[in-house]
């Protein structure tokens, strides 16, 4: 029998929706930009959302902005003091998730730094504890930024990785090229830290969620 839905079709029928400024901006990025296929699902943003209400975070750092839509997702949750940082090498994306962050209920919280996040984080970010860490860059850089912020995340919180299927790659018994590679790399190395809880969910592209103990 024939289905009529993939099962990420299937749940995303049945999950909420982004808000309307988040769809607006993934309908915009998906329309307008070379590289749409870079920006997160729908059901991926609500699982986000999810997340980031039920931490309720005060702190978030995101690395790697593409357009903003991730970003708008997780500062659903923040605390109304808190504050969501996300970093972007490029500034065009920047300037795209500039744009709809001026027309967000939370723009006072949400805040764009530009440049290499190795260089931001060790330089601007390292008296920061963060609740919640979102992870999507370059996936060379994954590890590094993994051992960059783990010390700053706080008992019990969180890091969220994306790609860490990286399109089936990582499945194969020979993989090839330097992000697979990578990823591979990172997947294992996060799977035997103790010092961390970690769930990896086949949704999209992969995701592990990572609770520091």
């Known amino acids: 029998m024939e289905l009529l839905y993939t099962p990420e079709e299937y749940s995303e029928l049945n999950s909420s929706q982004p808000h309307e400024q988040a769809k607006e901006l993934l309908e915009y990025t998906l329309a307008n930009h070379a590289s749409a296929h870079l920006a997160s699902s729908a059901l991926q943003g609500a699982l986000l959302s999810q997340i980031s209400h039920m931490i309720q975070p005060k702190r978030i750092l995101e690395i790697g902005t ?118 591979a790399a990172f997947n294992e190395f996060v799977k035997n830290d103790n010092r961390v809880f970690k769930v990896m969910v086949p949704l999209r592209d992969g995701l592990t969620i990572i609770r520091k103990l």
């Open 66 to 183: 593409f357009t903003g839509f991730s970003a708008l997702c997780l500062a659903e949750g923040l605390t109304n003091d808190g504050l969501l940082y996300t970093l972007e090498l490029r500034q065009v994306d920047a300037d795209t998730a500039q744009s709809f962050f001026d027309r967000s209920d939370k723009k006072e919280q949400l805040k764009i730094l530009v440049g290499d996040a190795k260089e931001i984080i060790a330089q601007n970010l390292n008296n920061e504890i963060w609740d919640l860490v979102f992870i999507d860059a370059d996936k060379v850089g994954y590890l590094e930024y993994y051992e960059l912020v783990l010390p700053n995340v706080r008992k019990g919180g969180f890091i969220v990785a994306d790609n860490v299927l990286f399109h089936g790659e990582v499945l194969k018994e020979t993989i090839k090229g330097k992000n697979p590679k990578a990823i």
